[in-house]
Nanobody
Framework: VQLQASGGGSVQAGGSLRLSCAAS????????MNWYRQAPGKERELVAT???????RYADSVKGRFTISRDNARNTMYLQMNSLKPEDTAVYYC????????WGQGTQVTVSS
């Protein structure tokens, strides 16, 4: 059972990145998936959620800029991040509950002004 996040990097403000989270060992299509982030010195916060039916929710700070999606055939979740701001700098984690809470290893996103 594993979540593997990838796609982070360094961009300038206004740029875009797409994060991926590949799941293995779970019945991906029935699980609600989440993206969290944790900035230095701050608590981890929920960024976006996608249910098994495709419904989505976003933190107010990313609404209109980030899009969460999933490809059940590939057991993969995505986070398309546009119009990035320096305050989006954080380690991004994918997360789900499947018999227990599962976390990916995190991927660093750095946005410079």
């Amino acid at each position: 059972v594993q979540l593997q996040a990838s796609g982070g990097g360094s961009v300038q403000a206004g740029g875009s990145l797409r994060l991926s989270c590949a799941a293995s060992g779970i019945t991906f299509k029935i699980t609600t998936m989440n993206w969290y982030r944790q900035a230095p010195g701050k608590e981890r916060e929920l960024v976006a959620t996608i249910t098994s039916g495709g419904s989505t929710r976003y933190a107010d700070s990313v609404k209109g800029r980030f899009t969460i999606s999933r490809d059940n055939a590939r057991n993969t979740m995505y986070l398309q991040m546009n119009s990035l701001k320096p305050e989006d700098t954080a380690v991004y984690y994918c997360n789900t509950w499947y018999r227990k809470e599962l976390w990916g290893q995190g991927t660093q996103v750095t946005v410079s002004s």
